[in-house]
């Protein structure tokens, strides 16, 4: 069943991040000694072309410093992130505008990464301007494509961000990420801010987009039902590390790591009302033998512990789960 | 059968215009809450919910105005009280929880007195008496290390705190009725259910009803025994709250179950494209006109 859904190996990712650690300094305690917080420790993801693979998980999990990672905004300590085959660090790393064409990012609240001084139409036609587009009728041009292709109007090019509904402004938010086709878009919690109706509407585009222009999403979320409808894989983050990762079959139907069980257990359903038989999770399933499920979810790591060691293993066809061995 | 709690009948907001009739922002409301009852109003941004427990709490400013209605509480009308006797009632008998705990607390007064300032008040306490009861009333919202956290600032607590911080100031006086006015929606979701589990175990120890006011219809079904729907302004829905949400009668109900990505439903009906209510629902159809409203206790 979850083998037609692998993609197929030959097929180069478009996202590679691998052993991402992003380590901040804190000054703090007894005699001001510097302390590290190990905000994202050893994350490894890829994403396919075409695909939505979503990252899940509480504040402070570090599944945002990833994506400020992936869009070339927070060093990383150690740890490569390659996207289309360049890497976005590093030697032969491609400038900020170059990186700029390759990935693009849609941020929970559009309206504080607007100007509000500067129409819709300014503010999505001047990436095409720093980008070499010369010709004013190819920027109108492409303006209303974008705001067309959001489900917006060209009119709307000539109007300011507050005159625009929650809703309008994560079209735009969306517009402006789709101006430089970028074939890469990182979504960091899309639709938390919306009420439901809305929240439908845009995820609606989103899966329209995806299919229509072939783009490829990293969705940071928290919210479990948007998650499970739109991603094709699913990486569950906890204290800095991936702890469960797969196909959405396997992490929804299956869910191995007790962060997962948790996360899915709290999130309020009105299925578990209905009694839908789809609500009741699975038992447990035990570790592989000599192993247990890591790291425990009851005690926060730490901070300016280095994390313990512990490996990332198989469970089924297309399914993984971090244990500690003993 | 003792008689409801709280009786709200034909209440109606708006903005009074020189020139015409009122700008109403909620329309005829009517509904009742029982004593211990966790009551459910759902609706989204602008359906007039919140505007509605703030007239109920004596807190909507101008040029909202409260047009008509009741709303029974022992026999008094809240919406007619003068505002000397609402304020000995509110935070007494009727308190309210918000969404942003922070923009509720003072930030310049440690929790442990803005918690005690409510025994004081209301119960003419002594600060000196006053302040071990607050330490209990941390205690009793579960906060950890209730004597070093009643010495904290706001500013020192995590947002799950802070709302428990809150639940303990509404709490105080062991209020007849707790309004919780999205109480979880800024919260994380293990957070989230630690705060619901907290509200309903606290207020069935106490006896308090809860008027909890949500959009998100999961915290709604998990919490409520009776849901309300509101929509523009006026209650399209109240049912049962399995019966509302096994067997939604109203359009725009059945329209904001089908927009919203229920966890396991990918595994039976798939990828599909979320209901639209704006292109799904006409609010302008007769049909939309019409409400579901049942009487307590009748089945669905």
Redesign the interface.
Known sequence: MSAATLPSPASEPILSVKDLHVRFPVAGGLLRQRRIVHAVNGVDLAVQPGQCVSLVG??GCGKSTTALAIMGLQAPSSGAIIVEGRPVYGPGAPDRLARARLAQIVFQDPFSTLNPRETIGRALSQPLMLHGVKDRCERVDRVATALRQVGLLPEHATRYPHEFS?GQRQRIGIARALILGPRLIVLDEPVSAL???I???I??LL?DLQQDLGLSYLMIS?D???V???SDRVAVMFAGQIVEEGG??EV??APAHPYTR???E?????????G?A??ILPPAPEPPSGTRFWPPIDQRPEIGRPPEPSTFVDIGDDHRVRVRVG | MSGPLLDIRGLTIGIPNRNGPPLQIVRDLSFDIMPGEIFGLVGESGSGKSASALALMGLNRRPLTTLKGQALYGGQDLLAMSRRSMRKLRGDRISMIFQEPMTALNPLARIGSQIAEMFVLHRGLSWSDARPKAVEALAAVQVPDPEGRARAYPHQLSGGLRQRVMIAVAMACRPDLLIADEPTTALDVTVQAEVLRLIRELCEREGTAVLLISHDLGVIAQMCQRVGVMANGRLLELRDAKALFTDPRHPYTQGLLAALPRLGSRAVEGRHRLADLDTAIDRNAPGFAETYLRPRGEAA
């Open positions: 509480e504040s929650g009420d439901v109706s929240r439908a509407q995820i609606n899966m928290h479990l039902g948007v499970e409808h739109v959405w079959r929804f139907t948790r996360l899915i709290t999130i309020p359903n009105p299925a578990r009302l209905t839908g789809q609500d």
